[in-house]
Every structure is written in C-alpha cells, then in structure tokens.
C-alpha cells in the first residue's frame, strides 16, 4: 500500500501578490529596474519586503504567467485580497510605499 499523500499544507502566507513574469522579462528588456538595486519586480519586492522564502514568508509573491494586459512600461500585479483590481506598476514605482500597501494586513 502506498503512503498516503498530504492534502493540506500549512504556511504562513496572509496572502499573495502574483506578478506577471513575462511584464517583469520585457521590463528588464528594455532596461526597467525597480528597486535601488535594480532588480525585476519580483525580486525586488522580495527585497523591500525581507519575507523569508517559499510558505515560511508572511506573504507569497509568486510569478505567474501573462495575464493578458501587457503593459508597454510597466508590470501587472494582483493582490490576492483585490482579485477584482490589478494593479500596473510602473517604473518609478516607489518601492518602499508598494511594499507597504502589499503587506498591509488591512488593506
Ligand atoms: S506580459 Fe504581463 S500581462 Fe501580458
């Protein structure tokens, strides 16, 4: 007999923000940076936020694939509490205010 397979894991995600990966590739393309270091926008919200990785961070930013808004100059982002309101980030996002917003527990 064959163990049984978990069906629930635990983590410590409040919530998750899903960034578009293509945006953030067509972003770094064409030279857009986010972040002092300049980094993809992923990469540097991971940064900005200090989150540990994987399910032992308190929040998730997880890289999905094109959501079919395809900015010319920016990044598409949705908050998992806002699924009904995605957001375009754009280059001279402040990165510290984003950061905020994302991980607000109220917002
Ligand atoms: S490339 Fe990001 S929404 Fe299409």
Same mark, same amino acid.
């Given at each position: 007999?064959?163990?049984?397979?978990?069906?629930?894991?635990?983590?410590?995600?409040s919530h998750a923000i899903l960034v578009?990966?293509?945006?953030?590739?067509?972003?770094?393309?064409?030279?857009? *940076?986010? +972040?002092?270091?300049?980094?993809?926008? =992923?990469? #540097?919200?991971?940064? /900005? %936020?200090?989150?540990?990785?994987?399910?032992?961070?308190?929040?998730?930013?997880?890289?999905?694939?094109?959501?079919?808004?395809?900015p010319k100059n920016g990044v598409v982002?949705?908050?998992?509490? *806002?699924? +009904?309101?995605?957001?375009?980030?754009? =280059?001279? #996002?402040?990165?510290? /205010? %984003?950061?905020?917003?994302?991980?607000?527990?109220?917002?």
């Amino acid at each position: 007999m064959a163990d049984e397979m978990k069906t629930h894991i635990k983590s410590n995600w409040s919530h998750a923000i899903l960034v578009c990966k293509k945006c953030s590739r067509k972003a770094k393309k064409r030279g857009i *940076t986010f +972040g002092k270091a300049g980094k993809t926008l =992923p990469k #540097a919200l991971k940064a /900005e %936020l200090g989150t540990k990785k994987g399910r032992k961070a308190s929040l998730g930013i997880v890289e999905v694939s094109c959501l079919e808004i395809c900015p010319k100059n920016g990044v598409v982002l949705v908050d998992s509490r *806002t699924p +009904g309101q995605w957001r375009l980030i754009g =280059p001279d #996002a402040d990165m510290g /205010e %984003l950061a905020r917003q994302l991980q607000n527990v109220e917002a």
